[in-house]
């Protein structure tokens, strides 16, 4: 039998397993695509709400008198949107919308679960909060790059320290509620192994190093002819006994000559196919014929190849065991979440 084990960062998206916690600073290195940045939550659980001609044109909704702010749900939407246009994957209408009110709504229970945890009295240590931000701080280069892009995005650091202590205290509340009664049995982490075997394959990969001499799909046929010359010509160099790692060092005209022409492993789909097709089908130690690809001709040696398999279920243990907590907690938090939102006050604005 295995124990849960809750990581941090998780709990989150088990409400919606496209929102991670603190994905406003995903991929803060990168300046160029940063992610918009969450606007904290009003952390006070008041009985009062505020009137809707202040906060309407600004709040995305209103859960117990605390706004969800409207940058908040944007900036969610826009992040999970961005996440998939960089896996190539374009939203449809009827899809952005499906998409808007999945956001919408898991913010309004993720307030829930605040406004549940502080009513029990519930608090997060000031040095939990601390080593968060040193978290976020530890996605950018320095300090002054940091709080550039605080002050680009409208954002302080209090701010940032809320949110992050929201956070925190749903994680710990949910997971002192839940995750002792959670447990895996063996044979739960067997029958998703046999169940999912698409996912625990090892694809068949090989190994290999080439020589290249470039040449342009459209250029001159001379040209052409001189490039086959030469590539022919340390083919017979390599016939003849020459060592294929020299002459890719020394002749190659690829990037990979540095390292004696070496591509390293790769498996199917990941060359062209001409290339592809010549390098799986020959025998470790074996040189191919002569391949033309738009890059050029190439000789191509095999160096390794490593049959299709399957990873043995004790290499993913602890992964399908982190799965099934998952979906076990998620089980748990829907089902907890609906005895209470009924009795809550939500109103949504944003659309």
């Known amino acids: 039998m295995n124990k849960c084990k809750i990581k941090r960062g998780l709990l989150f998206s088990l409400l919606f397993l496209l929102i991670l916690p603190l994905a406003l600073f995903a991929g803060g290195k990168k300046e160029e695509s940063k992610e918009p940045v969450k606007e904290p939550v009003n952390t006070s659980v008041s009985s009062e709400r505020e009137p809707i001609s202040d906060v309407a044109s600004e709040a995305a909704a209103m859960v117990n008198g605390v706004s969800i702010p409207l940058k908040t749900y944007n900036g969610q ?12 994957v374009n939203f449809q209408d009827t899809q952005l919308a499906d998409l808007k009110i999945k956001v919408m709504e898991n913010l309004i229970d993720q307030e829930l679960l605040y406004q ?21 701080k530890g996605q950018f280069p320095d300090e002054a790059t940091y709080k550039k892009e605080l002050a680009a995005q409208g954002m302080t650091e209090e701010e940032i320290r809320m949110d992050i202590g929201k956070t925190l205290l ?11 009664s959670i447990k895996i049995e063996d044979s ?20 290999a190093s080439h020589i290249l001499i470039k040449v342009e799909p459209e250029a001159a046929e001379s040209v052409k002819e ?10 017979d160099r390599v016939n003849n006994g020459d060592e294929f790692s020299d002459l890719a060092r020394e002749l190659s005209e690829g990037p990979s000559n540095t390292n004696g022409g070496d591509l390293g492993s790769f498996g199917r789909g990941k060359m062209v196919k001409s290339f592809e097709d010549a390098v799986f089908a020959l025998d470790v130690g074996s040189v191919s014929d002569v391949v033309e690809t738009q890059f050029g001709y190439h000789i191509i040696k095999l160096t390794a190849k490593e049959a299709a398999s399957s990873v043995p279920l004790d290499d993913v243990r602890v992964q399908i065991v982190d799965h099934l907590t998952q979906v076990k907690m998620a089980e748990l938090i829907t089902s907890y979440i609906g005895t209470i939102k009924p009795g809550a006050s939500i109103e949504r604005y944003a659309n």
Do not use: M
């Open 170 to 180: 749903v994680e710990d509340y949910i997971t002192s509620k839940y995750g002792p």
């Open 226 to 235: 001189d490039a086959l010359k030469r590539i022919n010509a340390i083919k």
């Open 116 to 136: 549940d945890a502080k009513s029990k009295g519930l608090t997060v240590a000031d040095s939990a909060i601390d080593t968060q931000v040193d978290t976020v």
């Open 77 to 88: 939407v826009q992040a999970i949107i961005q996440q998939y246009e960089g896996q190539g």
């Open 188 to 207: 739960e982490v067997l029958t998703f192994y046999q169940g999912n075997s698409q996912y625990f394959s090892k694809p068949e990969q090989v190994r």
